[in-house]
């Protein structure tokens, strides 16, 4: 969350609004927008910000207590939840803070064939999301395995 918050406060001291800036040739440029809705600009019209404020808090709630529910052993699981945490508290605390939306900046793509533009806490997110995804899928395949193994 610290390296969201510290780029997000760099990227709008720094940059003006809409205005590309090539920092790995026209393949990753820094360019200042914000985002009124959520993941790849998904919106629900005008109470975007506070339908998305509202979803993200229940989501943090679910994660918290899965967190809370796993154990220490669980080192992998608590980092995915960690980085999905962190990354949704930072744009929450945007959504809360600027009522224009979220901070994002990265720009990737190839010349005009641009992708969507995000920020550290969409990549936290993202990471952490397929992490996690990845973790409960080889959870439940080893406990179908060792039920199937049992139920023999």
């Known amino acids: ?14 940059l003006a609004y809409g205005i590309p800036h090539d920092v790995l040739g026209d393949v990753v440029r820094f360019t200042l927008v914000f985002n009124r809705g959520a993941a790849f600009g998904t919106t629900v019209g005008e109470a975007s910000r506070w339908i998305f404020t509202a979803l993200a808090l229940a989501i943090l ?8 529910n ?3 052993a669980e080192g992998w699981k608590l980092f995915a939840l ?3 945490c962190g990354g949704a508290i930072g744009n929450l605390v945007d959504r809360l803070r600027w009522t224009q ?3 994002d900046f990265v720009d990737v793509g190839l010349g005009e064939h641009r992708f969507w533009v995000f ?3 969409d990549s936290a997110v993202s990471v952490g999301a397929v992490l996690l995804v990845l973790i ?13 193994s049992v139920a023999a």
């Open 136 to 148: 409960l899928w080889s959870e439940e395949r080893r406990a179908r395995s060792t039920s199937s």
């Open 101 to 103: 939306g979220v901070v």
């Open 119 to 121: 920020n550290v806490a």
């Open 70 to 72: 796993a154990s220490p």
């Open 82 to 84: 960690g980085l999905i």
């Open 61 to 68: 709630f679910v994660l918290v207590r899965m967190a809370h």
């Open 1 to 14: 969350m610290a390296a969201d918050v510290v780029t997000k406060r760099m990227v709008m001291s720094r």
